[in-house]
């Protein structure tokens, strides 16, 4: 029986084994970019507090808007962390791109994090560079208490949107995501298939397949890190794999939801009510309405609406949000100010909550700083084994070569 799970595991890893080791070593690359990007540019998010008050939030944007000429703001994000910049993101007309100075020529970098507008849920899962690249908005960073502008980028930076492209759809549009969500499919088969032929019959076999036998050859080391490595990585692995499939397949994401008996549909937001002469009320106004109504929030993303008629869509992340994505929103007349409803993450149906864990367990950020450590060597581990998977391969074949040569030649004699 082995022998069948054997050549199974075998010959689905030939087929998608250059596949799988590029989703893993870039999805390891992507579990860090947002502290990585923090690292690289400490001055775009990170401020000295002053004793000073905050200075209005319209006056950063007129900061941003007299930077760059015609930019149109869409949202503003305001940190409940005193040391956090504040956000403006924004589109610049056609022809009237920032201006940088030399030290500010990372203009293409891109915003790390994903938006947190009001959704279809699964909606994140669509391809193509509009994810993360061509066509979004920019940022200005900008410190809360001069209303300077602390740094800008413009998209994802080219080497992240690289890796965020190889890993979902390896640069190929609908062809290279079909490839990755099949490899991703495959993958969950020869994860269950390597556990199969992993376990062992009795306890000393059991001893010799938990431990890293570091001080023998490079045979048995290689034999180490796909079969030893491959069982203590395995169930992370195949948790991050068949969390991807809701970005791959639309028929799998909508099988979230008629698993659990739920519309993958959110409320239209309300309207506003338009009279003659009104005007918007600020972001300002609209911020202290925010903070009355959920004060214990880490951040707020206020949007502005493009329509005369919308709301105001402002996203809400609690302090003590169960995971990244549990994210509440309240709406607003955009005249008024009037609490218009709200839709609160402990009120989405099953199946909308449950497709919101899929990416923070796709990170690992659901278990945290530990968990997202997981994913990184998971994923660094998962990179290795098609090219240790192979050495094993070859290596069989080269001794079943031998044996059946040596076996010649007794017959022979």
């Known amino acids: 029986m082995k022998v069948f799970f054997r050549n199974i595991h075998l010959y689905l890893s030939l087929a998608a084994g250059i596949v799988i080791a590029i989703v893993c070593f870039t999805g390891a690359v992507l579990v860090f970019e947002k502290e990585m990007q923090q690292l690289i540019y400490p001055e775009r998010y990170q401020v000295e507090p002053l004793a000073t008050a905050q200075v209005p939030l319209e006056k950063m944007v007129s900061e941003v808007q007299a930077k760059v000429p015609g930019a149109n703001v869409s949202s503003v994000k305001i940190y409940a962390d005193p040391e956090r910049t504040v956000e403006v993101s924004y589109k610049a007309e056609d022809g009237k791109k920032k201006e940088h100075t030399s030290a500010e020529s990372d203009a293409n970098k891109a915003k790390t994090e994903h938006s947190h507008g ?58 290279g995501k079909l490839i ?21 019959q009795n306890k000393k ?14 045979k048995r080391i290689n034999h180490d890190l796909h079969i030893v ?11 991050f794999a068949f969390t991807g499939l809701a970005w791959s397949f639309k028929w799998f994401n909508d099988g979230i939801y008629w698993i659990t008996g739920s519309e993958n549909v959110r409320p239209e937001p309300p309207v506003s009510i338009v009279t003659e002469g009104a005007t918007p009320i600020s972001f300002d106004q609209a911020y202290q309405i925010a903070k009355s109504q959920m004060p214990n929030a880490e951040y707020y993303t206020i949007n502005r609406p493009s329509e005369a008629e919308a709301s105001i ?36 149906n099953l199946g909308q909550r449950v497709r919101t864990t899929f990416y923070p367990v796709h990170v690992g950020s659901i278990g945290g700083l530990p968990g997202r450590i997981i994913a990184f060597l998971s994923c660094i581990a998962g990179a290795t084994f098609p090219i240790t998977g192979l050495i094993l391969w070859l290596n069989r074949l080269k001794k079943n070569r031998k044996k059946k040569q040596s076996t010649r030649k007794i017959v022979a004699q």
């Open 229 to 239: 490595v491959g069982f203590y990585t395995a169930i992370f692995l195949f948790a």
């Open 313 to 348: 869509a402002i996203t809400v992340m609690p302090a003590d949000a169960v995971h990244e994505r549990a994210s509440n929103q309240l709406f607003l007349d955009q005249y008024s100010g009037q609490l218009l409803g709200q839709q609160l993450y402990e009120e989405r």
């Open 205 to 218: 076999i059991l001893k010799q397949r938990l431990n890293l036998k570091w001080n023998a050859g490079w």
């Open 118 to 175: 009001p959704k279809k849920e699964g909606a994140e899962g669509k391809k193509g560079p509009q994810a993360g690249g061509k066509g979004g908005n920019s940022q200005a960073f900008m410190n809360p208490y001069t209303g300077q502008i602390a740094g800008m980028q413009s998209q994802r930076s080219p080497f992240f949107f690289t890796m965020f492209s190889l890993h979902r759809w390896l640069l190929a549009g609908d062809t």
């Open 180 to 200: 990755v969500g099949v490899s991703t499919t495959l993958f969950l088969f020869i994860l269950i298939t390597g556990i199969v032929l992993w376990w062992p």
